[in-house]
């Protein structure tokens, strides 16, 4: 399991304690949190032996592949860099999930978001041959890793529909999405509606409670 970014990694933690066989907490190369925040929550809220399942390593999105471990400008990276560039092909298409959480009020670091997603997934196995029986009994293709994605519309609705656009045209498949009262009480229990790209008469106040969620996959050709 991945995170994409989490500035105190609650998350990451969760799914430590849920019995994940390994998570992995990423942020910014910049980020104060790396080692500071992330680190001590880890150090404060897991038990000892579960710890090693953790690993923290920072990620800039649509930093990847090989040329950024074998090119000259490698040679006078950080130690830290060279390492985040290491971690990235090493892990590539190897997480089942990874957890994107508010991720999306930036629009423009909405494709390198999905370049990371994309090269980071498991991805889907080819369909069986007909005279070959799947796992599960079918002959639809294995899923491969799924991405969560959460976000909030506090920079507006149209720029998160952006980004499923987006991500769309560069090969993901959106799997199911939905919007989630992020106010409803324990009394109403879980609150949600349908996905709209657009809401007609929907003001900053009312956007403010709803978030969406969604499942993403990688398309067989991505």
Known sequence: MLNAILGAALPSL???????????????PSSPALYGTIQANIANNIPLHLQSRIFV???????????????????????????????????????????????????????????????????PSPPSPPSLPDGDGSNGAARGGVAWVVAGFHTGREIV?????????????VEQIWE??????????????????????EGPENRARWCVVAFLRKGLNS
Not at 14 to 28: C, E, F, M, R, W
Not at 183 to 198: D, K, L, Q, Y
Request: aromatic share 6%; glycine share 6%.
């Open 14 to 28: 969760i799914s430590a304690l849920a019995g994940a066989a390994q998570v992995t907490i990423t942020d910014h």
């Open 161 to 173: 529909a952006s980004f499923f656009e987006t991500a769309v045209a560069m090969g993901l498949l």
């Open 57 to 123: 390593q920072s990620h800039e999105w649509g930093v990847l592949g090989s040329d950024a471990v074998s090119s000259q400008e490698s040679r006078t990276q950080s130690p830290e860099t060279q390492a985040a560039s290491i971690s990235a092909v090493e892990n590539q298409g190897s997480y089942t999930r990874i957890i994107a959480a508010d991720c999306l009020w930036m629009r423009d670091q909405h494709e390198n978001l999905i370049r990371s997603l994309l090269w980071f997934l498991a991805p």
């Open 180 to 201: 989630r009262d992020v106010n409803a009480t324990s009394e109403e229990g879980v609150v949600t509606r349908e996905w709209m790209p657009v809401r007609p008469g």
